[in-house]
């Protein structure tokens, strides 16, 4: 029950007061009329009564007034919450999708925990090896051995080919106390160019622990131990002109080149010692990077494919004076059996002609005597054709061109203007 329904309920119980006190007021005064011996009490309980009904009209006058503001206040109420019902299904809306986005907030949350846990012991896994490959580069032996490998691998991307164009570790005079290049490239004519890859890391590996230390000491700690690592490519670098690797092993040009297995190598020595590389060429050694010395390596290449082309143009240009003068044999050859067979053509029709000018008309008097048993003799006609005379110049041998007047038109005509071709090609 609200309290709209509370205050009828008591109007209406003061309403039933006020008619019963009216009534009783009523009934005083119709007994007062007969019984006038109890007026002056009479008068006073109807002035009280009439008090009592002033109060209860003031008081329902009040509560009319109530009941009028709390039903205009609820009208009130009422109109507000409808007009915000749009507005109460928005926020429910907008609580569940707060929900929705929570839950995928969480689910996301999850997975960026394990993928951050994934990145870790990868990012562990990686200090592990990038240390040990770290001590495997600091090990001479090593260094050495990963140098080769990467010559190698530059070399075959060149397409260089093994024991063809380049040979590795070879003792340049074949005793023990030679020097021994790494790589030595053949070069199209018998010339060679030799190739070292012992390189001193030690200095530049000591940079690269200190190269996430952004400090101030951190940082000139690094460029001294960068230095240093130009300081010591130099010393090797004169270590390598001394050696005079190319009077050891013969017919290369007064150069030897010095690998670097990495582009780093070579950039943070030249940023340190801007004049290394000039120091380098007055001492006959070449610094080369992995794409410098790819680079060189597939110049050679060329230079071999273009060798290999000038010998097969060599050996086609004497298979094909070769192929001529087989022609001319060949040719020989058929002039002859032509010959042969224009003889036996000849000695054919000679006897053709025997046979019909002398045996045939004799055998035919003697089938005469006696025509019942003797059948016609069959006619055999002479060859008319004739082999064809070859003309070619080609296909004529020495002899054969001397009589036909065509000497000199085979070897003028062909070989001699197949080799300016092949001249001009290679």
Not at 18 to 47: I, N
Not at 211 to 231: I, N
Not at 296 to 305: H, N, S, T
Request: with cysteine.
């Amino acid at each position: 029950m609200d309290g709209t329904q509370i205050l009828v309920v008591v109007l209406v119980a003061l309403l039933a007061l006020v008619v019963g006190a009216l009534a009783g007021a009523v009934w005083e005064r119709r007994r007062a009329a007969h019984d006038g011996a109890g007026l002056p009490a009479l008068q006073s309980r109807l002035a009280s009564a009439e008090a009592q009904l002033a109060a209860a009209s003031a008081e329902r006058d009040l509560l009319a007034r109530q009941n009028a503001a709390l039903t205009s206040l609820d009208e009130q109420e009422n109109t507000v919450l409808h007009a915000l019902a749009p507005v109460a299904e928005k926020l429910g809306a907008v609580q569940r999708q707060v929900a929705l986005l929570e839950r995928d907030r969480v689910e996301q949350y999850g997975q960026i925990a394990q993928q951050l846990q994934a990145a870790r012991e990868s990012d562990a896994a990686l200090l592990t090896t990038a240390h040990a490959l770290t001590a495997a580069l600091a090990n001479n032996a090593s260094r050495g051995t990963w140098g080769e490998v990467q010559l190698r691998r530059v070399v075959e991307a060149a397409g260089m080919l093994e024991r063809v164009d380049f040979t590795e570790q070879v003792s340049a005079n074949g005793e023990a106390g030679g020097v021994r290049p790494d790589l030595v490239v053949s070069l199209p004519g018998g010339k060679r160019i030799v190739v070292d890859s012992k390189v001193p890391l030690g200095a530049y590996l000591k940079a690269q622990e200190h190269a996430q230390d952004a400090s101030p000491a951190g940082t000139a700690l690094r460029e001294r131990h960068l230095a240093e690592h130009a300081k010591a490519l130099r010393a090797h670098v004169d270590a390598l002109g001394s050696k005079k690797y190319w009077e050891a092993v013969g017919a290369s040009p007064e150069l030897v080149v010095c690998f670097l297995p990495a582009e780093s190598f070579l950039a943070e020595a030249l940023r340190t010692d801007a004049g290394l590389l000039d120091h380098a060429f007055a001492r006959n050694v070449a610094l080369a990077s992995p794409a410098t010395l790819m680079a060189l390596l597939k110049g050679v290449a060329f230079g071999w494919r273009q060798e290999l082309l000038t010998e097969n143009a060599r050996e086609l240009f004497e298979l094909s004076q070769q192929l001529y003068g087989r022609l001319g044999t060949m040719g020989g050859h058929v002039a002859k059996l032509g010959a042969s067979l224009k003889t036996s053509v000849e000695r054919y029709n000679s006897f053709v002609g025997t046979l019909e000018s002398r045996v045939l008309p004799t055998a035919r008097r003697i089938g005469a005597l006696d025509p019942a048993s003797a059948d016609a003799l069959p006619e055999v006609p002479p060859l008319e054709s004739t082999p064809r005379v070859l003309s070619a110049g080609e296909l004529l041998d020495e002899q054969q061109l001397r009589d036909s007047g065509l000497a000199g038109r085979r070897l003028s005509g062909g070989v001699e203007g197949l080799d300016g071709e092949l001249r001009d090609s290679a």
